[in-house]
Each structure stands twice: as C-alpha cells, then as structure tokens.
C-alpha cells in the first residue's frame, strides 16, 4: 500500500533497519510456472502471493513491499504481513487475466486471494485490513487495520463482485459463497447512505452531502463494486445504491478549463479544492456506472472531468496532489491507473476513439513517458517501481511492492489488447509547453517586513512545500520567474480566501480566587463567560450528519489559576457511547482539546482528549501517547438524558506551557465528532493546524475586557477590504480580492486579472504588495501558477510518429494531431 501513506512507504522501504524482512519461498515464476500474455506479465505479482492456510482453509496472502536489488519480502513495519487492500486488488488482477487468457492457474490464485477477502471480513460486513502473522491473526487496532467501511473493505467488496461475475458460469456454488460475503457488506455499506437530495454550503459551493462518509474518492470504488454486482445480478436495490451514490459524485465536479479546480470532481466533501491521484476512480465510476443504468448524465459529468481536470495531466504534467497548487513529484501508478481506467470506462461507454488514444497516452508512463524519463514497468519481470520523486533518473525509487505492481497490471490489463490505446503505449514527450510553479519563499524583501512562515495541512489545502508569505500595509515583495516560450499566459496565485466580515474567534479564561471542585456541580462558574459550537458554519466535516444545535452542540468555559487551566462542557447528545479506553476512545463520543501555547502558529503544544470509559474518566495525551499526568475530570448526565457534562482541572505543567499571566493569550481549539468522520469545533476549521487555533486570553476580572476592545473586529465589507496587489514586470498592479470567502479561511488558486497576460520567453518579475482598503489586515500568499493559455505537448513513437496534443484552457477545446515519420 502506499497512497496516503506514501511518504512514509518509502521511508519504510529506504531503512533497512526498520522493517521486517521475509525469506522468500522461490517464486512461482521460478518454478516455470510464468504468468504473461504480451505486455502483461504476472511473475513478480505470484513471487508476492504466498499461499497459506488459515483455520483450515486454504487462502493467500500478497506481501507488501519489495526491495532493490534483491526484490525479497518486506512486511509493513507496525501493521502487518498482508492486507486486503492488496490482496483484494490482487484478486483483480487475476481475475481479470484468467478471464483474457483462460489461465487456470490464474484462476486458482484468485479464489485463494478471494478467500483471503472473505476471512478479513467481520460478522457485520466491515472488514480488518491486516494480518500479523501466517497464522491469520487479524490486527484490529492498527492505524490501517481497524474495523471498516472504508479503502479496504470497499477494496474487498469489489473484489467479491467481480468474483461473483466470473465464477458465475464457472462455479456456481462458489459464486454463491461470494454472493453471501457480498450481500453482507453490501448491507452495511446501505445502512450508511442517507441525505439524499440535501447540500451542505461550503465556500459558496452547494455540496451534495449524501455522498457516503464525505468521500468521492472511496465512495467511487464502492460504486464501482456495486455497479460490477448489478451487471452480474440486476436488482433493484443494488440500483437504488448505485443511483444515490453517482448522483452525488457525478454533481459534485467544480471549475472549469479555465478557473479552479479545473473541472475536477473533488475527493472529499470537507475541501472542495482538494484532489489527490491515489485511488481516485471518480470518473472510472461514474462512465461504468452510467454504461450499466443508462445513465447519460453521470457518463457526461464523467467526460467533463476527464475533458477538463484529467486533460490538464496529458497536456502539462502529472499530478500528485492538487490543493492547491500542483504537486507532480512523488508520481505512483496508483495515480497512473486512476487516470488510464477513466479514460477507458469512458471509451466502453462512449465508444469515442480518443478516450482509448488518451488512456494509452496515460499508460505511457509505465514505459518512460514520466518526468524521470525511466521505465517504471518491466515486462520481463512484471516489477512496476514504487514512484518517481522527481525529474531525474537517480530519483526513481527503485523498489517494487506489491500496489505499485497490481496498479501497474491493472492498467495493462485493459490497454494491452486494445488496438487503439497499446499503439501508444510506447510514446514519448519531445517537446512540450510548460507551466511554470514559483513559491513566494523565493520571493525578496523590496519593502516593509514581508512576514515569512510555515505552514503545512490546513484541513483542507496545503501551502506548498511548506512555506507562505503574509504582507500587510507597508510589505513590498519581489518574485522573479522564468518562461522558455512567449505567449499568452494565465498567472494564477495561491492565496487565502477570507470572510468579508471576519469575526476573529476570540475566547475569555477567567482567574479564579481558589481551584474549582471537579465534581461537575458547576455552581463555580456562574461568572465564566460561555463560549458554543452550535451552528453550520463551525462543522469542519460530515455537515450531512449534523441533526441541529438542539442534539448536536457543545458549550465550553474556561478558567485559570497559578496551576491549572479549567474546562466546563456541556454536550447536548442524547445518546453516549463509549466503549473504549485510552487512545482507542476517539472510537466513540470523547471531547477534544488543542493549545499552541506560543501562539506561533507552528505547532500544537497539547493534544488531549477527555473522555468518561468503562473504567472511569480518562484524559489521554495525544503527543505523549500516555496519560495526562495529575488531569482531574469528572462526568455526568443531564437530567432527562439528552446530554452530559465534563469538568477537568489540566495542570499547566502536564500541557507544556507555563502558567500565565493576565493578559496572555494562547491559542486553543476544542471539538467533538457527531457520528462517522465528523466534527464540530468552535472555529469550523481543523484544528490539527496550529495557525487555526482560536486566541484564548486570560484576564483576572471581566472587566479587563474592556481595555482589549472587543472580540469582534468587523472589517470594510467593500469588495476590495482585503486584496492582494500583483504587477508584471512594474505595470499597474492588477487586484485580486482576497475577502471573498462567504464562511472562513481557506486557500484557494484565484486568476491574476480578467484577461490572459502576454509573456515573452525570458525572465520576468511579480511585484507583490497589500492593496485592501481596510487598514491594519494582511494578506496570505502561497505561490503562483504561470500556465500556457494554449497547452501543446508533443508526443513521438517508437516509429517516428509524432502526434501533437493541444489543449485550449480558455475555450476548453482539444486537438490531436499525428504526422506520419517521414513528414515529421
């Protein structure tokens, strides 16, 4: 596995020491038993697959990593031997060549992958994901492997799918024995689908909020799963899940050609501006699902990504990760595959050649048509190496596990035969127009203090490679870049959205004369000023879940002496659950705590959870990993059991900072979920980043607050109160408003003026000012997009073909052009 994980896959895989490594049986290839039909071959994929036999039952597992040179057996560090995140896709792979070949042995490998599947998966349809040990022993509680209806069991749900498909006319009994495990999950994953037709508001996007969990991304591989059953066994429930599910994926695509997010159907529901290449099978989903319901609607939405967002990857370059400038270092076939099974799922449901021509232009990457110029797929061996950290040969991680191989197979699997998309396969970029990225950390002082941070996750964006930029009044910045071609440009800058009345969170700790009682009788704070998370807007994630401030919402106060910070919450929820202790009790209802005590903005402090267990109440510290040492909390109901109460007295010293003062102010968050990924905190912003934790002052008497002027500071709500000023190469500055959000914060790629600006090749340079009419605010500015209006990549084969591929952002047109070798 290596998606979201990916950076620390590689570290695994970089240090020896660190992992667990397997003597390898000799591989099934080496005992002539070689899987490979044309470009497809399967031997590196059966040296992975180790047959076992768990319970009495013969299965297999599919080991995780492989190393260069050797290409043994490495098992995940911390989690396990196997997974159904790969055994599953294993089962795909074999599948899928048995049903192109015929292969029994295939066929074999399959249904002992598939009884893998059918043992990671629990008595209510959830699966596990690991395994530690031959002996099937199931991790439960890994980061990775707790029970789930996410990645992996959706993984292993299509998996049984496509089992029940193939065996059907196979082996009837055993394709009823899939059926069993299906229906199961499939159970599970309807219990889960409600909302439907209800859109939470996010950033001004009307979001469709019964897309299962708020992810695109693993809904999408569900849908495919479920769509794969229904052409095996259509039924009108399987139908109803499938309608809920692409009804929601297909409407939640944003932007365009031209304007950010380009077209793209975003991942997740919490950050509409966010997207990643590993396992975003949106588009894939969508044309196969709407190819099965006749649904002309979804295949459309499908093909407008795919026309838009996936052209921009042919056309320009990979990308990894958008949120929100590109990110194209770090390329994986997980990302690869994602793209070449867009394309054609929507060729199968279109019939439209150029799907094929693009999807065989995507799989070019498997044969050096990659930043690195390096094959990353060996057909004599059957390794796809696990990614490319950039664009030199020496950047490619040579090893090759067990994802970065099934991915790669997969692809193959549906190009190779295919007339249209194989003929391109072994094409390579000769010339290309590029879009340029430029990072304000390169930036210069010309004027003022331009303030230079760091920064990471916001909760729904990054800034890229870490760093941002904030200028207020007087700050003048100097950004020099560089275009190899001239032409007409768009100059896209990255930089924070705000509110057009900001109210900056602002929260009061009261000193108190002697320490509070923690009994939860709150006679001790009458006094305490109240703070509420009680309303849409500060619902970080899972809005679709939210049942209204009168069974969701919290009230908190805080209070202060020389050695303990005060918490007094109030919950209304009418039912608690809590079946946990200690780390595990994010699991069920717990209450969350966060402080930068420096109120820098760069790292949290403390990380604690309160939470009432069955073996009393519990305050676990998150950075620690243990206990918060001498923490006092208490619990209880309401009366008439709608809600319950916490109080703790969290000594200063156990949450690393020291005591205060009056008048010092810290940064704090608090929250809660509210069922499934959910959360709910007093900012509406994700409080595992610092720089979003609310200001937290401590006063010795309220009226103190009358010398700090107010929490509220309500700005100009003029279109232009806040904005950033950006000249090319010393014209007039264009203005690009920043006080744009109608909630809160957030990053997002915003166009330099109305028109696309004319760039000759050479070097130029982007002056860089704060141009708002409200006084004494700031602007946040992570970096700039300089992008070819007119897109032109220029591809050549193996035969002296050269085709030319031209993208047109601005009208949204696309044109293929080859020219034969002897006129090129």
């Not at 071959?41 to 009495?56: A, M």
């Not at 990302?335 to 867009?342: D, E, I, P, R, S």
């Not at 950047?395 to 099934?406: C, H, K, M």
């Not at 166009?751 to 946040?780: C, F, K, M, Q």
């Amino acid at each position: 596995m290596l998606h979201s994980n990916w950076r620390w896959a590689l570290i695994l895989a970089l240090c020896l020491p660190l992992v667990a490594r397997t003597t390898p049986r000799a591989s099934t290839a080496a005992q002539g038993e070689s899987m490979r039909y044309g470009w497809v071959n399967l031997d590196h994929l059966l040296f992975l697959t180790e047959p076992v036999t768990i319970q009495g039952q013969e299965m297999a597992i599919v080991h995780i990593y492989s190393e260069h040179p050797e290409y043994e057996w490495v098992d995940a560090a911390g989690e396990g031997i196997a997974a159904v995140d790969d055994v599953a896709r294993a089962a795909l792979v074999y599948l899928a060549y048995y049903e192109q070949t015929g292969d029994q042995a295939a066929l074999d490998q399959a249904q002992l992958c598939l009884e893998f599947v059918r043992y990671m998966q629990a008595d209510d349809g959830a699966f596990y994901n690991f395994v530690t040990a031959r002996d099937g022993t199931i991790n439960t509680q890994g980061g990775t492997s707790y029970k789930s209806l996410g990645w992996w069991a959706m993984r292993g749900l299509w998996a049984l799918a496509e089992g029940i498909r193939v065996y059907e006319d196979i082996d009837p009994d055993y394709a009823a024995e899939l059926q069993d495990a299906y229906l199961l999950t499939e159970s599970a994953l309807a219990a889960t689908l409600e909302n439907y037709g209800t859109y939470s508001q996010l950033h001004g996007f009307s979001i469709p909020a019964w897309i299962p969990w708020g992810s695109a991304d693993v809904a999408s591989v569900g849908l495919l799963a479920l769509t794969t059953y229904y052409t095996a066994h259509p039924n009108p429930g399987t139908q109803a899940m499938i309608e809920h599910i692409a009804d929601g994926v297909a409407v939640y695509r944003l932007g365009d050609s031209a304007n950010y997010p380009f077209g793209m159907h975003p991942v997740t529901t919490n950050a509409p501006g966010y997207w990643h290449a590993w396992g975003s099978h949106q588009i894939h989903a969508l044309a196969e699902a709407g190819a099965a319901l006749d649904r002309q609607d979804w295949i459309e939405s499908a093909a407008a990504g795919a026309n838009t967002f996936l052209m921009r990857q042919l056309a320009f370059d990979r990308v990894r990760e958008l949120g929100v400038l590109p990110y194209s270092r770090e390329q994986i076939a997980y990302g690869t595959n994602m793209l070449v099974q867009g394309y054609m799922a929507l060729y199968h449901a279109t019939g439209d050649e150029r799907y094929a021509q693009y999807a065989g232009l995507g799989a070019s990457w498997y044969f050096g048509n990659n930043m690195a110029g390096v094959p990353m797929y060996d057909p004599a061996t059957g390794r796809c190496y696990d990614g490319i950290l950039g664009p030199r040969s020496w950047r490619v991680n040579l090893n090759a596990g067990a994802e970065s191989t099934i991915e790669a197979l997969l692809s193959l699997l549906v190009v190779h035969d295919d007339p249209v998309a194989s003929r391109y396969l072994e094409y390579i970029e000769v010339a290309v127009r590029p879009a340029v990225l430029t990072e304000t950390e390169y930036g210069y002082r010309i004027a003022g203090s331009p303030d230079f941070r760091n920064g990471q996750w916001t909760g729904e964006a990054y800034y890229s490679n870490g760093k941002y930029y904030i200028l207020n009044n007087d700050d003048v910045l100097g950004l020099d870049f560089e275009v190899p071609y001239g032409g007409e440009y768009w100059i896209y800058v990255a930089h924070q959205r705000q509110a057009a009345s900001t109210e900056e969170t602002t929260l009061i700790a009261t000193r108190l004369d002697q320490p509070i009682t923690v009994d939860v009788v709150l006679d001790e704070w009458a006094d305490v000023p109240v703070f509420s998370a009680n309303t849409h807007r500060q619902i970080l994630r899972g809005a679709a879940l939210w049942r209204g401030p009168e069974v969701d919402s919290f009230d908190i106060q805080y209070a202060w002496d020389d050695d303990n910070l005060y918490l007094a919450i109030t919950v209304r929820d009418p039912v608690f659950e809590q079946l946990e202790i200690g780390p595990a009790t994010w699991r069920y209802d717990s209450f969350w705590g966060y402080i930068d005590a420096t109120r820098r903005g760069t790292r949290l402090s403390a990380k604690f959870s309160l939470a009432q267990t069955p073996q009393g109440p519990q305050v676990w510290d998150w950075i620690a990993g243990s206990f918060v040492p001498n923490a006092q909390l208490a619990w209880t109901t309401f009366e008439g059991g709608d809600g319950y109460i916490y109080e703790a007295a969290l000594p200063f010293r156990s949450l690393r900072m020291d005591a205060p003062e009056s008048g010092t102010t810290i940064g704090v968050e608090a929250g809660r979920g509210f069922g499934g990924d959910s959360f709910l905190d007093l900012t509406g912003s994700d409080p595992d980043t610092a720089a979003n934790l609310a200001g937290l002052i401590f006063v010795n008497e309220l009226s103190d607050l009358d010398a700090l002027g107010g929490a509220e500071v309500i700005i100009d709500r003029s279109a232009r109160a806040i904005a950033l000023g950006v000249a090319v190469d010393g014209g007039e500055p264009f203005i690009v408003p920043a006080n744009t959000s109608p909630d809160r914060r957030y990053l997002w790629l915003d166009v330099v003026g109305d028109e696309p600006i004319t760039l000759a090749a050479g070097e130029h340079t982007l002056t860089l000012t704060y141009a708002g009419s409200a006084e004494n605010r700031l602007v946040v500015v992570d970096g700039f997009l300089i992008q070819p209006v007119v897109a032109q990549r220029v591809f050549e084969g193996p035969d002296g073909v050269r085709l030319t591929l031209t993208y047109d952002t601005q009208t949204g047109d696309v044109t293929v052009d080859e020219v034969p070798a002897e006129s090129s």
